[in-house]
Nanobody, 121 residues
């Protein structure tokens, strides 16, 4: 069984910074993709950033230059650092991971519970 626990959201003023964490626990053989998505009210969920097992990073144009995705493999944790925050960054942020089970060696998609980030103007 695998669990994802997000932390670090909250209220921040425009121009400020925030760091989100997603800690993974359970029967993990490997983590193949680590991503952050977000969903604003009345909008579709969108990919913010991801990092592959090979270290390739992707950033959405809306956050490029302001976001950094990183991981600590020893802690099975993925981070999203956001700087120069804007009101339009306000959303519920979700971590997403594709994980191979140490028990079955099958890969599955896992989502965090979502964490609110609110940027005030």
């Amino acid at each position: 069984q695998v669990q994802l626990v997000e932390s670090g959201g909250g209220l921040v003023q425009a121009g400020g910074s925030l760091s989100l964490s997603c800690a993974v626990s359970g029967s993990i053989f490997s983590i193949n993709v680590m991503s952050w998505y977000r969903q604003a009210p009345e909008n579709q969920r969108e990919l913010v950033a991801d990092i592959s097992s090979g270290g390739r990073r992707y950033y959405a144009d809306s956050v490029k230059g302001r976001a950094t995705i990183s991981s600590d493999n020893a802690k099975n944790t993925v981070y999203l650092q956001m700087n120069s925050l804007k009101p339009e960054d306000t959303a519920v942020y979700y971590c997403y991971l594709k994980i191979t089970s140490r028990i079955t060696f099958a890969s599955r998609d896992y989502w965090g519970q979502g964490i609110q980030v609110t940027v005030s103007s």
